[in-house]
C-alpha cells in the first residue's frame, strides 16, 4: 500500500533580548555556570515576575512577519511538572490565550512554492540545560527564564525536504528580523517532529509520533526519513502505532522510544496569578508592522531584476540580511553588481563565514575600491586579488596599496611595446614555431610579457600589440 | 462531585506528594466536599460573562529590557542542596535528553 507522510512542527526559538522573560538576568551564551541566577527565575519565595517588553515586540515581530492574526489579550498560564531544569515546578507559558493564531509561511521548494499554515506562535520561558553523568546529573540554570517563541505549524507537510524547507524558512525570518540567532547546534533553534502516516487518498489522520532531541537541519530530514519507514514497516506488518515520544539518535541513525508514564503529559494548567493578561494594542501592531524588512524571498527576486543577477547568485546572496545588504552597500558605492557578486561569492567567501562578511574588517569601502579600480583599468583582475590579500592583512585601502606598490596595470602602447621587442627577440623559437602554425605558442609568449612586467601588463592590450607584431612581421 | 481515591493518588503522583491510606481516603472525601461547595455557583447562569483570569482588572505591566544585578553563583550555590563545578548536582535523571 501507498502512504502519505503527514508533518507537523514544533518550533522553540530563542530570542535575543540582554535579560531573560521574567527578571533583569542576563542572556549571554557564554557566561559561567549558574551566574545568570536570580530570585525571579529561581522561584524563590516572595519573587514576582515582570515582563520584558522587548521580548513582547519581537515575538511580535515574528507573528506579524508570518501573517498570524495577533490576540488583543493573551494570558500567561503555569504548566505543571517536576524536572530539575525548571526550579520553579513550572515553566510559565501561554496555554489557552496564546499571543498569536492562524499564520501563515510560504516556503519555495525546486520550482513550486507552498503555504504552510502556522497554528499558533505563543511566548514562553526556556529551563536549564542539564549535562548527564555516571551517577548525577549536573544542571546550569542560566538558560532558565531566557524568552522563547514556540511556532507550531498546521499537519501541513508531506516529506523530509518539505519540513527541512519550512525550518529553514523560518530560521531565515528570525534572522532577517534580527530577533534570535537560530542556530540549531547551540541549541537556540530547536525542533520536534510530529510524523504520522495514513494509506494514500485518506482524510483521516493516523496515529501520530512525537520526535524529540534534534540537533541539527540535517538531523531532521534523518529522523523523518527513517521514522516514515519504520512506520510504514509497522503497518505494512499489521501492527498499530503507538502515540508516543521517541528520541533522535544520530549516531545509530535511528529513533527510539523514550517510554514514560502517561500522566507525565497533565500539565494542570492554570493562569498565572502574578501576570496581568497581556494587552497588544493596534497601533503597537501596526507599529511593528511598518519596521519589517524585505524578506529573503523578495529581496531575491529583487537582486534578480534590479542588478541582473542570476537565481543562483541572488539565491546566495540573500541567505544572510547582512550579506545582501553588504552587496548593496558595495555596489551603492560604485562596484558593477556582476563583479560585486562574484568577488563575494569567490574571494570574500573563501575568507569570512557568510554571516561574518559584514561584521568583517574588510569594509563594502574596500570591496568598492578595489572593483572601481579594476573597471577603470587601473588594476588587472590578477593584481587585484594580490591586493585583496593586502586590505585584508594591513586593512589599508585598495588605492593607497596601488600606490604605495606601484600595482598600476601598464596600459600604455609604447612601454608594452618595449617589453614586446625584447621578448620577441628572446624567445626566437617560440616565435619561429608560432609563425610555423603552432598557434598555443601565441599564450606561452603573453606570459613571458606578462611576468617581465610582474604581471601590470594590461593583457587584453598586450594581446592586441603580440598579435600585430607577430602577424606584420610574418610578411 | 466525586474525586475517588484512585484519582487522589494520581493527582499526589503528579505534585510529589506522599499519602498514607489514611490520607488518601481522608483527602478524597475532603476534596469531594469542597468540590460540592462550589457547584454551587453552577447553578448560577455566567453564559454572559466572560472568564475570570485575574481578580483584579489590570493589564500586564511590562518592564525595559535592561540588566541587572542576579545573585552571584555563590549566593546561588550557598542555597542548593549540592554542587559541583558551579553545576547544581542532583540524582540522575535517566529518562529525558
Ligand atoms: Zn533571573
Known amino acids: 500500500m501507498n502512504y502519505e507522510t503527514i508533518i507537523g512542527l514544533e518550533v522553540h526559538a530563542q530570542l535575543r533580548t540582554q535579560s531573560k522573560i521574567f527578571c533583569r538576568c542576563a542572556t549571554e551564551f557564554h557566561a559561567s555556570e549558574n551566574q545568570n541566577v536570580c530570585p525571579v527565575c529561581m522561584g524563590l519565595p516572595g519573587s514576582l515576575p515582570v515582563l520584558n517588553e522587548k521580548a513582547v515586540a519581537f515575538a511580535l515581530k515574528m507573528a506579524v512577519a ?34 498569536a493564531t492562524a499564520g501563515v509561511v510560504e516556503i519555495v521548494l525546486e520550482n513550486t512554492s507552498k503555504k504552510i499554515r502556522l497554528h499558533r506562535i505563543h511566548m514562553e520561558e526556556d529551563a536549564g540545560k542539564n549535562v548527564h553523568g555516571e551517577r548525577y546529573s549536573y544542571v546550569n540554570y542560566n538558560r532558565a527564564g531566557i524568552p522563547l517563541v514556540e511556532i507550531v505549524s498546521e499537519p501541513d507537510l508531506r516529506n523530509a525536504q518539505e519540513a527541512a524547507e519550512y525550518l529553514r524558512t523560518l530560521r531565515s525570518i528570525l534572522r532577517y528580523l534580527d530577533i534570535s540567532d537560530g542556530n540549531m547546534e547551540e541549541g537556540s533553534f530547536r525542533c520536534d517532529v510530529n510524523i504520522s502516516l495514513r494509506p494514500e487518498r485518506s482524510d483521516r489522520f493516523g496515529t501520530k509520533v ?259 607584431k607577430l602577424e606584420r612581421e610574418d610578411t | 462531585m466525586k474525586i475517588s481515591p484512585q484519582e487522589v493518588e494520581r493527582l499526589a503522583k503528579l505534585a510529589w506528594l506522599k499519602l498514607d491510606p489514611e490520607e488518601v481516603k481522608r483527602y478524597s472525601q475532603e476534596l469531594s466536599s469542597i468540590l460540592d461547595y462550589v457547584e454551587t455557583l453552577n447553578q448560577l447562569d455566567t453564559s454572559q460573562v466572560s472568564p475570570t483570569y485575574h481578580v483584579v482588572p489590570q493589564k500586564s505591566h511590562l518592564r525595559k529590557d535592561e540588566i541587572g544585578r542576579s545573585l552571584s553563583q555563590e549566593e546561588f550555590l550557598s542555597m542548593v542542596p549540592a554542587h559541583e563545578e558551579g553545576a547544581v548536582k542532583v540524582p540522575k535523571i535517566i529518562d529525558i535528553e
Not at chain 1, 505543571?80 to 496555554?95: E, R, V
Open chain 1, 210 to 468: 512525537e520526535i524529540k532531541n534534534i540537533n541539527s537541519f540535517r538531523f531532521v530530514e534523518n529522523a523523518i526519513l527513517y521514522e516514515m519507514e519504520r512506520q510504514r514497516m509497522c503497518l505494512e506488518e499489521g501492527k498499530r502505532i503507538v502515540q508516543e515520544t521517541r528520541l533522535w539518535d544520530e549516531h545509530e541513525g535511528k529513533t527510539f522510544s523514550m517510554r514514560q508514564k502517561e500522566e507525565a503529559h497533565d500539565y494542570r494548567y492554570f493562569p498565572e496569578p502574578d501576570l496581568m493578561p497581556l494587552e497588544i494594542s493596534a497601533e503597537w501592531v501596526s507599529q511593528i508592522r511598518s519596521t519589517l524588512p524585505e524578506f529573503e524571498q523578495v529581496k531575491k527576486q529583487r537582486f534578480m531584476t534590479q542588478y541582473q543577477l542570476t537565481n543562483y547568485d541572488a539565491k546566495l546572496l540573500v541567505q544572510e540580511k547582512s550579506l545582501a545588504d553588504y552587496f548593496e552597500q558595495t555596489v551603492h558605492r560604485g562596484g558593477d553588481p556582476k563583479l560585486v557578486c562574484n568577488w563575494i561569492l569567490s574571494e570574500v567567501l573563501r575568507e569570512f563565514e557568510v554571516s561574518k562578511v559584514a561584521c568583517s574588517s574588510l569594509t563594502p569601502g574596500h570591496l568598492a575600491e578595489l572593483i572601481c579600480l579594476i573597471q577603470k583599468g587601473t588594476i588587472s583582475g590578477k593584481i587585484a586579488k594580490d591586493v585583496f590579500e593586502k586590505i585584508l592583512k594591513q586593512g589599508k585601502m585598495p588605492s593607497q596599496i596601488v600606490r604605495e606598490e606601484g600595482l598600476e596595470q601598464i596600459s600604455d602602447a609604447a612601454q608594452l611595446e618595449k617589453v614586446i621587442e625584447f621578448v620577441v627577440s628572446e624567445q626566437g623559437d617560440l616565435v619561429k614555431q608560432y609563425r610555423e602554425g603552432q598557434k598555443n605558442k601565441f599564450s606561452f609568449l603573453v606570459g613571458q610579457i606578462m611576468k617581465k612586467t610582474q604581471g601590470k601588463a594590461n593583457p587584453k592590450i598586450v594581446s592586441e600589440l603580440l598579435k600585430n
Open chain 1, 66 to 99: 508570518t501573517h498570524c492574526q495577533i490576540q488583543p489579550t493573551s494570558i500567561f498560564s503555569r504548566k505543571n511538572y517536576f524536572y530539575p531544569d525548571l526550579p520553579k515546578g513550572y515553566q510559565i507559558s501561554q496555554y489557552d490565550k496564546p499571543l
